[in-house]
């Protein structure tokens, strides 16, 4: 594998990045998008029991993860800017993993 040099502009990047606190609660995502539990639990890589915790109350309330939050925020920009992402743009971001790549539709 020949990994490639970081140079200023992907450093800055990178900087701007790991300062970024992007982040929306399932409950303002379940607000703004005509969504299932079962949706947000696809988008976080969650069990639905899991994410019926986050909307529960009491002891049944589980707070969710900040990488939780990060994947409902992308999930909405995407959402929001899907028209405006070039389609070579949109296969790349959201490229099948090799394995499912042939596979034949369910």
């Known amino acids: 594998m020949n990994s490639r040099p970081l140079h200023q502009r992907e450093q800055e990047l990178i900087r701007l990045y790991s300062r ?5 609660s399932p409950q303002q995502f379940y607000a703004k998008w005509q969504v299932s539990y079962e949706a947000i639990a696809a988008i976080c890589a969650r069990s639905p029991s899991t994410v019926h915790r986050w909307f529960g109350r009491g002891r049944q ?4 993860l900040p990488a939780d939050l990060r994947h409902l925020a ?5 959402l929001e800017h899907f028209e ?23």
Do not use: K, S, T
Not at 20 to 24: E, F, N, S
Not at 61 to 64: A, E, G, L, M, V
Not at 94 to 103: G, I, K, S, T, V
């Open 20 to 24: 970024c606190r992007l982040g929306m």
């Open 61 to 64: 309330y589980r707070r969710p």
């Open 74 to 78: 992308l999930m909405d920009f995407l």
């Open 84 to 106: 405006e992402i070039p389609e070579d743009l949109r296969q790349v971001l959201c490229a099948l993993p090799p394995h499912e790549q042939n596979a034949p539709d369910a």
